[in-house]
């Protein structure tokens, strides 16, 4: 056991110091007073099926307070009343404009030309992609604005404040948190230029449009699963400024409303967020279990203090409860990280047999 002990040991302390300098240097939407003027900004939302959030969304961005051009909502062949009730706000307000969207082509995922023809229609020199069951609070577009301009980004990527309320969701939502935080240090993501230190969160990001255009937009990345990360590792390649920051309760979202929608949205994601190998996928599972599981199994053992695994345990948790709290996160929930990593199994599992079996689904279509 003593190599496996070293190992776990390693792997945590590595893990714990890179969360430790994000959060301390974590960029973090803030109120602000006034925004600076900006040129034209368009707001960009693809929506399939929202009908349950999409008018509280629309309402939501309508009151902010600063003066955006256009809010451009494609409804992407809803079968239910997401066109009706954005065309009733359409009605009610200028700045809002149904979009409907056109037959998806082949070699194209539906999310990825939902938003191409979004850009290809906003006017704007800001594009901002947000999704529709984001939650903007008073201030939050400002401050985004304010942030943008401030840190002279080509792209700036917001990580909403994630809202859980299902156990699925608590469980298993806020481990990308950790993933960010523990396993990518944002200074170089911010400052290093090579692209293997890239991230993004399609559910908010903002691009000058010059530079969306310079990477060529979402049709560079047209049939790829996490195409946020592929904008951001093009942004980084083209010498461009990319930046990610915290929605700070300011921008937030409930991505799933119970374990079906968890597992199976991250299921579509995760094979293609490990360069879809399937080794990896399995590699990476095993770290988890060894790194997150194997210290709560140890410390049944007698031998758990003189072999140090009480220590190893505890920093376990620390990890994963600090990047909670750094998140607007429960921490408590970090004393069931077992259950998470077992949850994580399952949904790699589904990921696998997806693979092999033709492909994941996603909204009724084929991934």
């Known amino acids: 056991m003593t190599i496996i002990t070293i190992f776990v040991g390693v792997a945590l302390v590595i893990v ?6 994000n959060i301390l240097t974590l960029l973090r939407l803030t109120p602000v007073q ?27 961005l309508l009151r902010q307070e600063f003066p955006f051009s256009e809010l451009l909502i494609l409804d992407d062949n809803s079968t239910d009343e997401t066109a009706v009730i954005i065309q009733q706000a359409a009605q009610q307000d200028s700045r809002v404009r149904l979009l409907s969207g056109q037959p998806l082509p082949t070699g194209w995922l539906g999310k990825n030309w939902a938003c191409h023809q979004l850009a290809q229609a906003a006017t704007g020199d800001l594009l901002i992609f947000t999704d529709a069951d984001v939650g903007w609070q008073p201030g939050a577009l400002a401050a985004l604005i304010n942030q943008m301009e401030q840190r002279q980004a080509d792209l700036l990527s917001v990580w909403p404040t994630q809202q859980t309320e299902s156990w699925g969701e608590r469980l298993v939502v806020p481990l990308m948190a950790l993933a960010i935080l523990g396993y990518l240090p944002l200074p170089a993501v911010h400052y290093w230029p090579w692209s293997i230190f890239a991230a993004a969160n399609g559910q908010c990001m903002a691009f ?13 990345v047209r049939a790829n699963v996490v195409e946020d990360v592929a904008l951001a590792k093009r942004i980084k390649q083209a010498g461009l400024r990319l930046r990610l920051l915290d929605g700070a ?27 879809r190998s399937v080794p990896f996928l399995l590699l990476s599972t095993l770290f988890h279990w060894l790194v997150f599981v194997l210290p709560w199994l140890m410390l049944l053992s007698p031998a758990a203090w003189q072999m140090g695994w009480f220590w190893l345990w505890l920093l376990s948790v620390g990890v994963r409860a600090g990047t909670a709290v750094a998140t607007r996160q429960r921490p408590w929930d970090a004393l069931l990280m077992p259950i998470s990593v077992i949850l994580m199994t399952r949904i790699a599992i589904q990921s696998i047999k997806w693979h092999y079996s033709g492909g994941s689904r996603w909204k009724g279509r084929q991934l």
């Open 16 to 21: 714990g110091l890179t969360a430790v300098i």
């Open 34 to 60: 006034a925004a600076p003027a900006a040129r034209r900004v368009s707001l960009l939302i693809p929506a399939r099926n929202e009908a349950a959030v999409i008018g509280q969304t629309i309402e939501r």
């Open 208 to 220: 000058r449009r010059r530079a969306y255009e310079a990477v060529g937009g979402h049709a560079a």
């Open 249 to 275: 309760g300011l921008i937030t979202c409930r991505m799933y409303q119970n374990w079906s929608e968890v597992r199976d949205g991250f299921a579509k994601n995760i094979l293609a967020g490990h360069g």
